[in-house]
DNA sequence: CGGCATCCTAAGGGATACTG
DNA sequence: CAGTATCCCTTAGGATGCCG
C-alpha cells in the first residue's frame, strides 16, 4: 500500500504475510497431480482405480503420495469398504470444494488466455 | 457433467480438456518463485535487484530466469534504462495484472482455510 | 484391488565465480 | 547493477516388484 506521502507500508520482505501464504499454497497444490485430482473429484466421488484410469499418466505411487496429502490437509476423505476384492473412494471434503471453486478463476484465466500467451512466446522466441 | 439419465458427458480421460489447461497452468506458475514475482509486481514496478532484496531467499540465477519466462509469456515486461550503471525495470503486461486478478481467490483461500488445513494436519498426524 | 518398499534418473535449483 | 556460466546436490517422481 501507498500511502499519500509516498512511502510504503508494503514489507520489503514480502516473506511476511502474502509470501507465506503463497508458500502455503504452492506446497499444496504446486506439485504435478494434486490440482488434476481435486478438478476431478470435484466431478463426484472416485475410487483408486478410476483415478488412475482417468488421470492420463500417473504412476500408482503418485496416485497414493498425492492422495494421502490431500487427506492429510482435510480436502479429501478415503473411504475403504470391507469387500473383496478391496474397494476404497475418495471424496471431496467441503474444504476441498471450496479449494475448487477458488480454483475456478485460475483455471478460466489459462482458458481465455491461452492464447494471448502463446502468441506471446512466439514473438519472444522469433525476436530472441 | 452428468444428464438427467444417470450417464456423464464427462471424459474419461481429464487430459483432454481441464487438464490441459490446468497443466499449462501447473507448467507456468508452479515453480518456487513466479507467484511470488507476480505478487510482488502487482504493487508497482521494480527493478531487478529490488525483486532480489524483497524476495527473500531467492538466487540471482533463479530471479533470472523467471523473470525471463514471465516476459516469454507475455506476463512481465523487461525495460533496459541505457545508463551507468545499468538500470532494468519490470513491471506487470495487462496479462500479467489479469493473472494477478485470477490468484486473488486462491491467495484468499489459502488465508482464511489456513487454520482449517493446520488443524487437519493436526488430526491425521496424530491418528497416524 | 489398492496399496507399500525399493531403486534410479532427470530436473530444479543453490553457491560461486566471472563479465559488460 | 544486472546479468551469464559452471558446478554440484537434492528432490520429484517413474519403473518395478511384493503383499493383504
Redesign the pocket.
Known amino acids: 500500500m501507498v500511502m499519500e506521502d509516498g512511502t510504503s507500508t508494503f514489507p520489503r520482505h514480502i516473506a511476511d504475510t502474502k509470501a507465506c501464504e503463497i508458500r502455503d499454497l504452492l506446497d499444496r497444490l504446486a ?3 494434486s490440482l488434476l485430482v481435486v478438478e476431478l473429484l470435484g466431478d463426484g466421488s472416485r ?4 483415478l ?1 484410469r482417468e488421470i492420463d ?6 496416485l ?1 503420495l498425492t ?2 496429502q490431500l487427506e492429510r490437509d482435510g480436502l479429501v476423505t ?1 473411504t ?1 469398504h470391507a469387500v473383496v ?4 473412494d475418495y471424496e471431496l471434503t467441503p474444504l476441498g470444494a471450496s479449494l475448487l471453486a477458488a480454483i475456478e478463476p485460475l483455471v478460466g484465466w489459462a482458458r481465455t488466455h491461452r492464447d494471448d500467451i502463446a502468441s506471446a512466446r512466439d514473438r519472444y522466441d522469433v525476436s530472441a
Chains 1, 2 share one sequence.
Open positions: 506439485d504435478k497431480w475410487r483408486f482405480s478410476e488412475k499418466g500417473i504412476s500408482q505411487r503418485m497414493t492422495l494421502r478415503r475403504v476384492p478391496p474397494r476404497v
